[in-house]
């Protein structure tokens, strides 16, 4: 007769150690085994007999997918033999050790496995004897990719850098503007209980077939699609117009768990993401699978709506900036900030020398091949201009290096271009560095030279003379030559940062460098912007006409007072202040804006006592609120290794000081955890702090 199989092992922890697996929780309860593809594992079988090493047969069946087919890779069966050595690169098993009726067999999972669930059926059956047994493993079995091995394609060789973009469970995401950036720090948790499960949920509704998830650039094309939920009901539902009411805002957010948590409970999309929490859940799914990941915020966006490789400004004949061409042909923008990802990979799908970093982006902004998701872009071809090559590199390129092309409406109503500023955009892109977070901008790392070259250099002139020849419409724009005499010198004052409830100044200076009497028209204004650069509200606006005599020069400055912007300011609190000039005589054309952001309160905490192990600790925040109106609506939000919480708290009175709330904690483990909280309201967002404590035994 057959063997009988009384019982398996698939030695979790101990497999998990060797697979760089160990850290992930779902291994703690034994149901879920977790593998890296191009390593083998270790599998325990207890028969109901010694196996006959003549007469026996034993085979591993492993499956996955709804039709399991060996053809296409989402099925093998291995018979399992006695020898000494496994082949690396296929499927393959042996005996490793036998004790009695216990035996432990060697599974060699191949490099190019798909990445998924799968299953494991032990067939046993003995020579001359019809029929086969069938054991069915009941744990889940999950194989990611490996980055540790050198024929994964998502291969890494550098231990500190996979310590950081697989492992590292904690990280910034990058905000604010390339004059201050800001890192605020974010919670991955891509070894969280619901984060495995909940990925497989997102890929089966995006239909990838189980054939196409051995490959990372297919994956990593569907994981930029499946993170927003415009197409296929993704994780994170979009929003930019304020209103949150009915979810949570994109603020609130400082960590993925309660994102994932929340989408594996409801199977809804979780309401609200913008493009930092979109950048910061792909970094949880991309390391939680095996595919290193990193953040990346470019300052200075372009976000080109008509593949122009231009970003268009038009400002009509009253001297006012618009936000879109009137006639609604496109709708350029440049966002202040811009957060996407960069994941590791070779790409045998390309010519050699393509390999490395590629750009995805989650965030739902424009459609590809009729779906909104973005890359993998590879950032090689991003900086040479070789934007024919791999997938949405043209729109990459152009959020790094796009021309502002800038249009001016003449009295009889026709629109031409009178005037381009060259590498308008990508003023800054930087990325968390390897290590441990640190405060202010120590850890950031800059990253804008592998994304494009030094402006004006041979090596920039060649990648925009290419990019330029792959596209029809940027080469009619660039065929337009320019013709201007351009002899006012203008100026305008950068405004490094306020505190909320100063005032401000809008200053420009002026200077007729020419023999002759310039007319000259100003116009100054301050918006309130979203960080995505649209105007959310006007807060003022000052014209001026002045003649200016041969070589002289005058300085023009109009005052903004806290009442004129207070309860105009978006989350971020951005401010951009915009010069227009327009000379008479020759026809000059000028115009430069500023952002800047508002500073809002600090956030203030205090510890009640040394943090011990088991032990509790009171947590005290505290700030001042700058505003007039009251805070409605107010939550504390504190994220760290083992704490998630979200504190609903009162109401915060007009210019009320030192507001304050007690949170008591309890510590685990000793160590040095890193700790977020985060205040948000309905009228103030967005107050944060991040410390490092030291918790003793």
């Not at 999972?109 to 001359?128: E, N």
């Not at 940062?497 to 007729?512: D, M, V």
């Not at 301050?526 to 002045?546: D, F, W």
């Amino acid at each position: 007769m057959a063997l009988d199989v009384i019982s398996t092992h698939l030695y979790h922890m101990e497999n998990a150690v060797e697979h760089h697996a160990d850290r992930f929780e779902s291994l703690q309860d034994g149901s879920t085994a977790i593998f890296r593809r191009g390593q083998p594992f270790y599998f325990g079988i207890k028969f109901n007999r010694p196996v006959d090493k003549i007469k026996d047969i034993v085979r591993i069946v492993l499956v996955t997918g709804p039709a399991p087919a060996p053809a296409k890779g989402t099925s093998t069966a291995l018979i399992v033999k006695d020898k000494e050595d496994l082949v690396e690169d296929k499927w393959d098993a042996r005996f490793s050790n036998f004790t009695g009726s216990t035996v432990t067999v060697q599974v060699q999972i191949p490099p190019y496995a798909p990445v998924s669930v799968w299953k494991i059926i032990v067939h046993t059956a003995r020579k001359g004897v019809a029929g086969v047994k069938q054991h069915r493993v009941e744990t889940e079995v999950y194989i990611l990719f490996n980055p540790w091995c050198p024929n994964d394609t998502v291969y890494m060789d550098d231990e500190i850098k996979l310590n950081e973009y697989v492992l590292n469970d904690d990280g910034k995401v990058w905000q604010g503007t390339y004059k201050e950036p800001k890192g605020y720090q974010w919670f991955f948790g891509q070894f969280e209980a619901v984060v495995l499960p909940s990925i497989m949920m997102l890929l089966d509704r995006a239909s990838l077939s189980h054939q196409d998830r051995a490959d990372p650039v297919k994956m990593s094309r569907t994981i930029s699609a499946i993170t927003n939920a415009v197409d296929d009901y993704g994780l994170v539902e979009g929003k930019w117009d304020g209103s949150f009411e009915d979810g949570t805002s994109p603020f609130a957010w400082i960590s993925s768990t309660p994102i994932f948590d929340e989408f594996y409970n409801t199977q809804q999309p979780v309401k609200y993401g913008q493009c930092w929490v979109f950048s910061g859940v792909i970094v949880t799914i991309c390391r939680a699978l095996g595919i290193p990941c990193r953040s990346v915020t470019n300052y200075i966006s372009a976000h080109d709506t008509n593949t122009s490789l231009t970003i268009d400004m038009y400002i009509d004949i009253a001297g006012e900036k618009l936000d879109s061409h009137p006639g609604s042909y496109t709708n350029d923008s440049c966002w202040n900030f811009h957060v996407w990802n960069d994941v590791w990979m070779d790409r045998p799908d390309l010519s050699k020398g393509y390999g490395g970093w590629q750009s995805i982006d989650g965030t739902p902004q424009e459609t590809s091949d009729s779906m909104y998701r973005c890359g993998p872009a590879p950032v090689e071809a991003v900086k040479r201009g070789e934007v024919n090559i791999g997938y949405d590199t043209t729109f990459v390129y152009t959020e790094v290096r796009a021309d502002m092309c800038v249009f001016k409406e003449s009295e009889d109503g026709y629109w031409s271009r009178v005037k381009t500023l060259p590498n308008y955009v990508g003023k800054l892109i930087v990325t968390k560095k390897i290590g441990e977070i640190l405060p202010g901008t120590d850890d950031m790392e800059d990253i804008t030279d592998i994304y494009k070259n030094p402006f004006d250099s041979p090596e920039d002139k060649m990648a925009v003379k290419k990019a330029i020849k792959m596209v029809p419409i940027a080469q009619q724009i660039y065929d337009v030559e320019e013709s201007q005499i351009e002899d006012v010198e203008l100026k305008l004052f950068d405004i490094e940062q306020i505190t909320l409830g100063e005032s401000f100044k809008i200053a420009i200076s002026l200077h007729n460098t020419s023999t002759e009497q310039r007319t000259i028209s100003v116009v100054l204004s301050a918006l309130s912007i979203l960080y995505t650069g649209t105007t959310i509200n006007k807060v003022k606006r000052s014209q001026a006409n002045i003649v200016l005599n041969p070589n002289q020069s005058e300085n023009i400055h109009v005052y903004v007072k806290p009442s004129e912007y207070m309860d105009k300011l978006s989350a971020h609190s951005l401010i951009r202040i915009t010069a227009v000039v327009n000379v008479q005589e020759t026809g000059q054309l000028w115009s430069q804006d500023d952002d800047f952001a508002v500073q809002k309160p600090e956030l203030n905490i205090e510890l009640s006592s040394e943090p011990r192990v088991d032990e509790p600790c009171v947590a005290t925040f505290s700030f001042n609120n700058p505003l007039s109106v009251a805070l409605t609506e107010c939550t504390f939000s504190i994220e760290g290794p083992a704490i998630h919480r979200v504190i609903k708290f009162r109401n915060v009175l007009p210019n009320e000081k030192n507001v304050t709330h007690k949170e008591m904690f309890k510590p685990e483990k000793e160590g040095q955890p890193t700790v977020t909280v985060s205040f948000n309201s309905k009228q103030l967002t967005d107050i944060k702090k991040t410390i490092t404590t030291t918790v003793q035994l």
